[in-house]
């Protein structure tokens, strides 16, 4: 029987993908590490929606950042070592049709607005959060090792596919969005 608890990290070490071990506090597993917090926020954003076309959106590109995930876990002299599964290059076009089709539904943005709105919005605006930290935590990790630039584009066009994805939760949910209006 296999157990999840392997003692390695005790230390506050971690391994790598193809070998190697590392700080937990290193860039690399900073930035893997906040991949696997917003997967796991969208994880929690699918059980909030009610929406399936939504939800199998995200199921699918909880998928992808599995395959990102490993690629940021592999350190870039030992992914000949490693087998990785394919990046999605293609999703992040795939994301631009599915932004214009929610902002088609929704109707353009006219003002800013505050995260919120129904369950199923917040969710995703925290999503977005979530994804933009990853975002710099990966922009950080590529300022000292190579990362595929494909895996920025990814991450820069997913936030904002969960900007307009909460505003369409919330607009299939009748739930009005709630402008922001600055003190004067």
């Known amino acids: 029987m296999s157990r999840i608890y392997t ?29 696997d917090e917003l997967n796991a926020v ?11 076309e939504i939800s199998s959106r995200l199921v699918e590109l909880q998928s992808d ?7 940021l876990a592999t350190p870039p ?10 990046l999605p290059r293609a999703r992040p076009a795939e994301m631009e049709g599915m932004i214009d089709s929610a902002e088609e539904e ?12 129904s369950e199923a919005g917040a969710a995703l ?29 990814y991450l820069n066009r997913l936030s904002d596919l969960l900007f307009e994805l909460a505003r369409l939760a919330n607009h299939r949910a009748g739930v ?4 922001w209006q600055p003190e004067r």
Do not use: M, N, Q
């Open 125 to 153: 605006h925290l999503a977005r959060t979530v994804c933009r930290r990853a975002e710099r935590a990966v922009v950080e990790l590529a300022r000292e090792d190579e990362v595929d630039p494909d895996i920025l584009i």
């Open 42 to 52: 969208l994880g929690w954003a699918v059980i909030k929606l009610g929406d399936r």
């Open 176 to 179: 009005a969005e709630t402008p």
């Open 7 to 35: 003692r390695t990290g005790d230390r506050g070490e971690t391994g790598l993908f193809g070998g190697g071990r590392v700080p937990k506090w290193s860039p690399r597993v900073v930035a893997y590490g906040e991949l």
């Open 65 to 71: 950042l599995f395959a990102i995930g490993a690629h």
């Open 77 to 86: 002299g030992a992914r000949t070592r490693a087998h990785l599964p394919d």
């Open 106 to 117: 929704v109707g353009p943005l006219s003002a800013f607005i505050l995260p919120g709105g």
